[in-house]
């Protein structure tokens, strides 16, 4: 009697791997598989030639990194915008959380539908069509400055795109009206699992609805929040490229030029694929080092590892 609830306790075990599988397998495909990648670093890569026709160049590449003056200088410019806009994206991050909060306040359901879906379809929208959206707006010939022309508060047209001043600030506004409303979707979620009866005992004693969401459900979400701060943290170094990559010109490219944008700019249309290698090892071994200790102040302070 004893060996059937352990036999099926070990088939559910082996149906609930299977179910994993093609998500471990999708994982190990985009996210391990590639590393194997790093091996050029350590030659001298000239496409389309085979590695082993390529000269083995050892550490060459790290220590230019750090030795070049030039290479130096634009890493510490480079270093600058990303450390800049991920500062920026991690102060903005409770933006998020406020907008769930009050988003679940609206009483009118169909209207809050309305509002969570206009929010978060610019989360699928590709950053080629926003630029594409930013363009048809804000360039010379834009809907805006046509407009104000028209109506005389400009005499010529005002350079939205083709300038460099309040770049990180105009990135920001971007990022946030595309990721505002899916950043919002966990939070709901946490929401949606709050007791409703401490809600209800907060009524009776006479809680209005501002009370409720300073002391019930501001705190509920705290964990939640926490954790996706930690994370940020631990990605400080990963703004990703897409954004950076349509928004960049010849105008703005010393302040729009952040990590990752810096490594395709040098192993797609620069000299050397195997230099943007080793840039992008660094980046790897730093970021895992963030996580590692985001996991171990997370465990000091919350008792609990991210990991």
Known sequence: MKEKPKKKKLDQGKRMFLYMLPFLLLCFAFSYFP???????????KPPLKLSQCNFMGLRWFKMIFVNPAQVRQLFIVMRNTFAMSFL???????????????NEIKCKWFRKMVQTLTTIPNFISWVLVYAVAFCLFSNTGMVNTVLQNLGVILKPIKFLDSDSHTYIAMLLWSTWKGLGWGAIMYLASIAGIDQEMYEAARVDGAGRFQLMRYITLPELMP???????????NFLNNGMDQYFVFQNAFNKAHIQ??????YNIGMTGSSLSLATAISMLKSL??????????RISKKIRGVSLV
């Open 89 to 103: 994206n991690i102060a903005t991050s409770v933006l998020p959380l406020f907008f769930a909060v009050f988003l």
């Open 286 to 295: 730093i970021s895992v080092t963030l996580l590692m200790a985001v996991n």
């Open 258 to 263: 952040v990590l990752d944008l810096y490594v």
């Open 224 to 234: 939640t929040y926490f954790v996706m701060l930690m994370l940020s943290v631990a």
């Open 35 to 45: 590393l194997h990648g790093w091996i050029y670093s350590f030659y001298d890569y």
